[in-house]
């Protein structure tokens, strides 16, 4: 195990989840209560040092119990390292803690995954649609189960009739 | 410091002059505007609305998405090959760095080796691609704030090398001229020729554009002091790019994680000090002698060699194999209509785009297609911190904001 994902194994052994390396990227997955915790941790500490967000994404696993994994991205630019921090989402409890007061570059990116997969951030300032329009009803398109040709919206537009000659 | 004066005057009595206090007030009430999105300064179509006290601006909310795709949606369904020419979509005014940084995203998730020829090529390319964009946006950021000489001059120049461009693979703009594993074609003669007369053209053309604006009182007025980000700020809203480095953090992935043929170059990577506009301007203008130097060391360097890894079950045999070999046909078929077993698992992968850093989040469940891919595009985060940067300036300063950041909706809305 890389020894940035035993320092947080040892400080969290209560939230720590599992850890895994591939292709040089360093990935730590936790519950979903120790999020803050662990992002505070990672944002403060000073062997940490983790001050620059690089993004937040999620994915979709439509078989898993817990369905939505969110993913965040830190970069150290001090210590030039890389840690990707996970959590899963179920879908009947679809919320998890805002980060947006330790990295502000969070906002919009949280604001995207929440329009995107439909996954809630507590505490977030301004948590509406930001790339869909507001007023969208047929859900979140980055879930699989969303057609990739969407549900029928555009089919409600009113087009314009030949002008006749 | 300017910054604090801009903030303050608007909300308190001057204290030279207490008896301002007692003075009749007039009604005053915060108002509403919408700019754009059909706006000329707004480099798309981006809509912010502006809350208003006089001039000043008090907050500013923009309402992004009016150009959104569905891109992400679009990859889950396509192969990894499908997906390059998506990408020249997304930032359209530099397609090649989003080419060589999607196929980079790619080639990590495989582990796949770039023969050095190719490398070099893509560095090259790409440092091409950082000069257009540079004068793309230094000619629209100087007309959107009123000097108008300097844009004829970038775009006269920048036209040398989209004609580069079109004799490089056939396409001005929309280029898709990477290939995961090298690149679709190596230079001609001709076009080595011509890149090496631009090296000798192009930085006393540098020069005169510096001459322009710096002359200018009325653009170094409306650049210098505005729009300022402390570095602490400007990391903590994640901004990357000539945008980081106008406050003074130093942050180059081509330095920090070194990739392609630029850890065998040398070049120095221009840090600002101020976090106001003018730097994030002079980072560019530097940047473009760097890009001059880089593509200069790597035509020296350069050797003969292949431009794309033989790894058949991946990469694209050579054009010629394909119109007269059965076998290289049938490999091109298939890469192009199923595509390649990709290995189970994630990365993440970023470059050093000449806006910021351009990442791709892939997570693979192998298979021809990306189960998930999520672009960390730097014009969407640029646009998260333009509520907290735009405040207590002019209305008119909000379109050097947008300027500062390069914005590219294409890209920021995906």
Same mark, same amino acid.
């Given at each position: 195990?890389?020894?940035?994902?035993?320092?947080?194994?040892?400080?969290?052994?209560?939230?720590?989840?599992?850890?895994?390396?591939?292709?040089?990227?360093?990935?730590?997955?936790?519950?979903?209560?120790?999020?803050?915790?662990?992002?505070?941790?990672?944002?403060?500490?000073?062997?940490?040092?983790?001050?620059?967000?690089?993004?937040?994404?999620?994915?979709?696993?439509?078989?898993?119990?817990?369905?939505?994994?969110?993913?965040?991205?830190?970069?150290?630019?001090?210590?030039?390292?890389?840690?990707?921090?996970?959590?899963?989402?179920?879908?009947?409890?679809?919320?998890?803690?805002?980060?947006?007061?330790?990295?502000?570059?969070?906002?919009?990116?949280?604001?995207?995954?929440?329009?995107?997969?439909?996954?809630?951030?507590?505490?977030?300032?301004?948590?509406?649609?930001?790339?869909?329009?507001?007023?969208?009803?047929?859900?979140?398109?980055?879930?699989?189960?969303?057609?990739?040709?969407?549900?029928?919206?555009?089919?409600?537009?009113?087009?314009?009739?030949?002008?006749?000659? | 410091?300017?910054?604090?004066?801009?903030?303050?005057?608007?909300?308190?009595?001057?204290?030279?002059?207490?008896?301002?206090?007692?003075?009749?007030?007039?009604?005053?009430?915060?108002?509403?505007?919408?700019?754009?999105?059909?706006?000329?300064?707004?480099?798309? =179509?981006?809509?912010?609305?502006?809350?208003?006290?006089?001039?000043?601006?008090?907050?500013?909310?923009?309402?992004?998405?009016?150009?959104?795709?569905?891109?992400?949606?679009?990859?889950?369904?396509?192969?990894?090959?499908? #997906?390059?020419?998506?990408?020249?979509?997304?930032?359209?005014? &530099?397609?090649? /760095?989003?080419?060589?940084?999607?196929?980079?995203?790619?080639?990590?998730?495989?582990?796949?080796?770039?023969? @050095?020829?190719?490398?070099?090529?893509?560095?090259?390319?790409?440092?091409?691609?950082?000069?257009?964009?540079?004068?793309?946006?230094?000619?629209?950021?100087?007309?959107?704030?009123?000097?108008?000489?300097?844009? #004829?001059?970038? #775009?006269? @120049?920048? +036209?040398?090398?989209?004609?580069?461009?079109?004799?490089?693979?056939?396409?001005?703009?929309?280029?898709?001229?990477?290939?995961?594993?090298?690149?679709?074609?190596?230079?001609?003669?001709?076009?080595?020729?011509?890149?090496?007369?631009?090296? $000798?053209?192009?930085?006393?053309?540098? @020069?005169?554009?510096?001459?322009?604006?710096?002359?200018?009182?009325?653009?170094?007025?409306?650049?210098?002091?505005?729009?300022?980000?402390?570095?602490?700020?400007?990391?903590?809203?994640?901004?990357?790019?000539?945008?980081?480095?106008?406050?003074?953090?130093?942050?180059?992935?081509?330095?920090?994680?070194?990739?392609?043929?630029?850890?065998?170059?040398?070049?120095?990577?221009?840090?600002?000090?101020?976090?106001?506009? /003018?730097?994030?301007?002079?980072?560019? =203008?530097? +940047?473009?002698?760097?890009?001059?130097?880089?593509?200069?060391?790597?035509?020296?360097?350069?050797? +003969?060699?292949?431009?794309?890894?033989?790894?058949?079950?991946?990469?694209?045999?050579?054009?010629?194999?394909?119109?007269?070999?059965?076998?290289?046909?049938?490999?091109?078929?298939?890469?192009?209509?199923?595509?390649?077993?990709?290995?189970?698992?994630?990365?993440?992968?970023?470059?050093?785009?000449?806006?910021? +850093?351009?990442?791709?989040?892939?997570?693979?469940?192998?298979?021809?297609?990306?189960?998930?891919?999520?672009?960390?595009?730097?014009?969407?985060?640029?646009?998260?911190?333009? $509520?907290?940067?735009?405040? %207590? /300036?002019?209305?008119?300063?909000?379109?050097?904001?947008? %300027?500062? /950041?390069?914005?590219?909706?294409?890209? &920021? $809305?995906?």
């Amino acid at each position: 195990m890389h020894q940035l994902a035993q320092r947080i194994q040892d400080t969290f052994p209560v939230g720590f989840l599992s850890s895994t390396e591939w292709r040089g990227d360093i990935s730590v997955t936790v519950t979903r209560e120790k999020v803050h915790e662990v992002a505070q941790f990672l944002h403060d500490d000073p062997g940490m040092d983790f001050d620059y967000i690089v993004h937040v994404s999620s994915v979709d696993w439509p078989d898993d119990e817990e369905r939505f994994e969110v993913v965040w991205e830190f970069y150290a630019i001090r210590k030039r390292q890389r840690i990707r921090l996970k959590t899963r989402v179920p879908e009947s409890d679809c919320i998890v803690d805002s980060l947006t007061d330790i990295w502000k570059g969070a906002d919009f990116m949280e604001r995207e995954v929440y329009d995107m997969m439909g996954i809630r951030f507590r505490n977030h300032p301004d948590l509406r649609r930001i790339l869909m329009p507001d007023d969208y009803t047929e859900g979140y398109p980055l879930r699989k189960d969303f057609p990739l040709r969407g549900k029928g919206w555009r089919d409600t537009f009113d087009f314009l009739d030949e002008v006749p000659r | 410091m300017a910054f604090e004066d801009q903030r303050t005057t608007v909300y308190k009595v001057d204290p030279e002059h207490p008896e301002s206090e007692s003075l009749p007030t007039l009604r005053t009430e915060e108002l509403l505007l919408n700019m754009g999105p059909q706006h000329p300064s707004t480099h798309g =179509v981006l809509k912010v609305i502006l809350e208003l006290e006089g001039e000043r601006l008090v907050k500013s909310t923009p309402v992004l998405g009016f150009l959104h795709r569905g891109v992400e949606k679009l990859a889950e369904d396509g192969t990894y090959h499908q #997906f390059i020419p998506h990408t020249d979509r997304l930032d359209y005014v &530099c397609a090649m /760095y989003n080419n060589f940084a999607y196929c980079r995203a790619v080639e990590k998730l495989l582990n796949l080796q770039v023969p @050095d020829r190719a490398e070099y090529l893509r560095t090259i390319v790409a440092e091409v691609q950082r000069i257009i964009g540079h004068q793309f946006w230094l000619g629209t950021q100087a007309l959107d704030i009123g000097a108008m000489t300097v844009f #004829f001059y970038c #775009f006269r @120049d920048r +036209e040398i090398l989209l004609d580069w461009f079109d004799e490089l693979c056939g396409a001005r703009l929309t280029t898709s001229w990477y290939r995961i594993g090298g690149v679709e074609r190596d230079f001609t003669p001709s076009l080595l020729d011509k890149l090496k007369k631009f090296l $000798d053209y192009f930085p006393p053309k540098i @020069d005169e554009y510096i001459v322009f604006l710096e002359t200018n009182r009325i653009w170094v007025a409306r650049t210098k002091g505005v729009a300022v980000i402390s570095a602490e700020d400007a990391v903590s809203f994640g901004l990357s790019g000539p945008t980081l480095r106008g406050s003074g953090v130093d942050y180059d992935l081509r330095k920090y994680e070194p990739y392609s043929a630029y850890p065998k170059c040398e070049f120095s990577v221009p840090v600002g000090k101020n976090g106001d506009t /003018y730097d994030r301007y002079w980072i560019r =203008v530097m +940047e473009l002698y760097e890009s001059v130097k880089i593509i200069r060391q790597c035509l020296e360097q350069m050797q +003969e060699g292949p431009i794309m890894a033989d790894v058949p079950s991946v990469t694209l045999p050579p054009k010629e194999r394909v119109f007269t070999n059965l076998e290289a046909m049938i490999q091109q078929f298939k890469l192009f209509s199923q595509g390649f077993n990709a290995p189970p698992g994630e990365i993440y992968c970023g470059t050093e785009a000449h806006k910021g +850093e351009l990442g791709f989040h892939i997570v693979s469940t192998g298979g021809g297609k990306p189960y998930r891919l999520k672009i960390r595009a730097p014009s969407f985060i640029h646009m998260g911190a333009f $509520d907290y940067m735009s405040r %207590g /300036y002019m209305i008119a300063d909000a379109i050097t904001l947008f %300027g500062t /950041y390069d914005i590219v909706m294409g890209e &920021c $809305d995906r």
